[in-house]
């Protein structure tokens, strides 16, 4: 017997667009990922998964992660030429209801529900206080930030565009660092560094400012090089590493996150011993007078494979209630 779906879940980044079925049981299946850039519109791999999984039957939910701001039930994609709307999709895939929630939003949702060999912790152990906000961020083709507000009545999401915020600089090198960054896109926002893209800028910035010629083709290169003993890539990946803590410390600040930091996004998954031994802890905690209020607070790496997913099935199981 062929199991009932209760709805559509998809994560929709800048490279990749997962979507998967939510049985009866809230169990996530069929998930199959397409790569975004070979398709002209999010309705084409929708309506390509619908077929190959439903065939002419339909699902009554969707609920669907993006990477970008949704205003008014519509996203226009930062890293994509494309345009969605609620009522476009209610209107072609005949859904009952249907929602598009920011993709880091929905990682948010989905940080209580992550244990065991989901998470990687970064320093200390620690416990944060279960009614306490949280906050998720990582790097990918953009850098992405969302918080969680919980309290008895459940938890809410915050949607933010955290990664266009400015970057600050923490040392002298990193004062030059911006300044070249400046020179090549006026201002320097958190994701023109803590990108794959400024990784690979990042590297051929070091180069500069070391005197010495960056020889390697992309971020991929980079990562490659650094496991492999490369001096200049190592520095520009552990640089990266660095300037990642202390964002994230910024943003426990910001957000009063004492329940806890996770780290997510499509590159720090890939070089977990190398974040874990980096000054990543020590920069998260470098916070001055409030040094001792990032002591306390919990910090691990997302390697659940599409935790997006998850936080997309629990909103979409929230809908089923209301």
């Given at each position: 017997?062929?199991?009932?779906?209760?709805?559509?879940?998809?994560?929709?980044?800048?490279?990749?667009?997962?979507?998967?079925?939510?049985?009866?049981?809230?169990?996530?299946?069929?998930?199959?990922?397409?790569?975004?850039?070979?398709?002209?519109?999010?309705?084409?791999?929708?309506?390509?998964?619908?077929?190959?999984?439903?065939?002419?039957?339909?699902?009554?939910?969707?609920?669907?992660?993006?990477?970008?701001?949704?205003?008014?039930?519509?996203?226009?994609?930062?890293?994509?030429?494309?345009?969605?709307?609620?009522?476009?999709?209610?209107?072609?895939?005949?859904?009952?209801?249907?929602?598009?929630?920011?993709?880091?939003?929905?990682?948010?949702?989905?940080?209580?529900?992550?244990?065991?060999?989901?998470?990687?912790?970064?320093?200390?152990?620690?416990?944060?206080?279960?009614?306490?906000?949280?906050?998720?961020?990582?790097?990918?083709?953009?850098?992405?930030?969302?918080?969680?507000?919980?309290?008895?009545?459940?938890?809410?999401?915050?949607?933010?565009?955290?990664?266009?915020?400015?970057?600050?600089?923490?040392?002298?090198?990193?004062?030059?660092?911006?300044?070249?960054?400046?020179?090549?896109?006026?201002?320097?926002?958190?994701?023109?560094?803590?990108?794959?893209?400024?990784?690979?800028?990042?590297?051929?910035?070091?180069?500069?400012?070391?005197?010495?010629e960056p020889h390697l083709a992309d971020e991929k290169a980079v990562f490659e090089a650094a496991?492999?003993?490369?001096?200049?890539?190592?520095?520009?990946?552990?640089?990266?590493?660095?300037?990642?803590?202390?964002?994230?410390?910024?943003?426990?600040?910001?957000?009063?996150?004492?329940?806890?930091?996770?780290?997510?996004?499509?590159?720090?998954?890939?070089?977990?011993?190398?974040?874990?031994?980096?000054?990543?802890?020590?920069?998260?905690?470098?916070?001055?007078?409030?040094?001792?209020?990032?002591?306390?607070?919990?910090?691990?790496?997302?390697?659940?494979?599409?935790?997006?997913?998850?936080?997309?099935?629990?909103?979409?199981?929230?809908?089923?209630?209301?």
């Amino acid at each position: 017997m062929k199991p009932s779906y209760t709805g559509l879940v998809g994560d929709v980044g800048g490279t990749n667009a997962r979507f998967a079925l939510i049985d009866a049981e809230g169990r996530v299946r069929n998930l199959h990922i397409y790569p975004s850039a070979n398709y002209s519109s999010l309705n084409d791999i929708i309506a390509d998964y619908l077929e190959r999984t439903m065939g002419r039957k339909r699902v009554p939910r969707a609920v669907i992660a993006v990477a970008g701001p949704v205003v008014d039930g519509e996203i226009e994609f930062t890293n994509l030429d494309w345009q969605v709307s609620e009522g476009d999709l209610l209107a072609q895939f005949e859904f009952e209801a249907v929602k598009l929630i920011n993709d880091f939003a929905a990682q948010a949702l989905a940080c209580p529900m992550l244990t065991g060999e989901a998470l990687k912790v970064l320093g200390p152990p620690r416990r944060g206080p279960p009614d306490c906000p949280m906050v998720v961020l990582g790097a990918g083709t953009g850098f992405g930030v969302a918080g969680l507000a919980r309290s008895d009545r459940g938890d809410v999401a915050v949607a933010t565009e955290g990664g266009h915020a400015a970057f600050a600089p923490s040392d002298d090198l990193e004062v030059e660092i911006w300044s070249q960054f400046r020179t090549i896109h006026g201002r320097v926002s958190i994701e023109r560094i803590l990108s794959g893209r400024g990784l690979f800028e990042l590297y051929g910035v070091m180069g500069k400012l070391r005197q010495m010629e960056p020889h390697l083709a992309d971020e991929k290169a980079v990562f490659e090089a650094a496991s492999k003993g490369d001096v200049l890539a190592a520095e520009a990946v552990d640089r990266f590493c660095a300037i990642l803590g202390s964002v994230a410390g910024d943003l426990a600040l910001s957000f009063g996150a004492r329940g806890g930091v996770f780290i997510s996004g499509g590159i720090a998954p890939r070089m977990v011993e190398r974040l874990a031994a980096s000054e990543f802890r020590a920069r998260f905690e470098a916070k001055g007078r409030l040094s001792s209020y990032l002591q306390q607070i919990p910090t691990s790496l997302v390697v659940h494979p599409y935790p997006a997913i998850i936080g997309a099935a629990r909103e979409l199981s929230m809908m089923e209630r209301m």
